[in-house]
């Protein structure tokens, strides 16, 4: 029963290339949560999905970022042209349902961008 | 407004002592959960416990136990007999049941423990 998978786990980018981070969740888990976590900070939310439908992007930048929830494969969170404040480490939770029900967590990924 | 406050950015304690970390929440939703997850350096994240916001009932779980006061807006972690293996940044965290049920951190507690 493998947990939520994240790849890659460490990604390096130059300043304006495109990061592409892939979340699969656990089986059975329709939902899924991006999370963004700055250096010594703490997780901010950016965008819940179910499959096919972006249910709430309101964490996530107005520019540059998108996300998706394929009905097949995993979901992937997308940033174009991407600047040194994009360094973080992004992680996704998936979600059986809705309802408080707690959501687990991958490895996340370290994004670098030089 | 939702808000998660861990007024304590880093604690040290020396292994074997006792040691309780601190959140407070505000939320204007009646049905709400509150979580801790634990961050060890590796960076991964590890859930902890959850709680809905009609259960008061403290709750012990080996060395952990968690105090849930809605009087005070608490939800309080308590290690016992610390291990080094207990260092770790700790998150206090918020869902509600309205809205999209994500999760809203608090900005962590740094937890080191000195052998």
């Known amino acids: 029963n493998a947990g939520v998978m994240q790849n890659p786990r460490h990604l390096v980018r130059r300043r304006g290339q495109e990061a592409r981070l892939r979340c699969s969740p656990m089986k059975g888990h329709s939902h899924v949560y991006w999370y963004r976590q700055l250096p010594e900070e703490g997780l901010k939310f950016m965008v819940y999905l179910q499959k096919e439908n972006i249910i709430d992007e309101s964490g996530m930048p107005k520019e540059r970022f998108s996300a998706e929830f394929p009905k097949e494969g995993p979901s992937i969170l997308r940033i174009q042209q991407v600047v040194r404040g994009d360094s973080a480490a992004y992680f996704c939770?998936?979600?059986?349902?809705?309802?408080?029900?707690?959501?687990?967590f991958g490895p996340g990924t370290r994004l670098t961008v030089l | 407004a939702q808000k998660v406050t861990q007024a304590q950015t880093e604690i040290s304690v020396v292994e074997k002592e006792d040691v309780t970390l601190d959140c407070v929440y505000e939320?204007?939703?009646?049905?709400?959960?509150l979580f801790w997850y634990k961050q060890p350096p590796s960076g991964e994240l590890v859930f902890l416990i959850r709680?809905?916001?009609?259960?008061?009932q403290n709750e012990i779980s080996g060395r952990y136990s968690w105090n849930f006061q809605k009087s005070t807006s608490s939800f309080n972690f308590t290690i016992t007999a610390s291990q080094v293996v207990d260092s770790a940044v700790y998150f206090c965290?918020?869902?509600?049941?309205?809205?999209?049920?994500?999760?809203?951190f608090g900005t962590g507690t740094r937890l080191t423990v000195i052998p």
């Open positions: 709680r809905n916001s009609f259960d008061e």
């Open positions: 939770a998936s979600q059986a349902d809705r309802g408080g029900n707690e959501q687990f």
């Open positions: 965290a918020l869902s509600w049941r309205t809205g999209a049920n994500n999760l809203f």
């Open positions: 939320t204007r939703d009646t049905t709400y959960y």
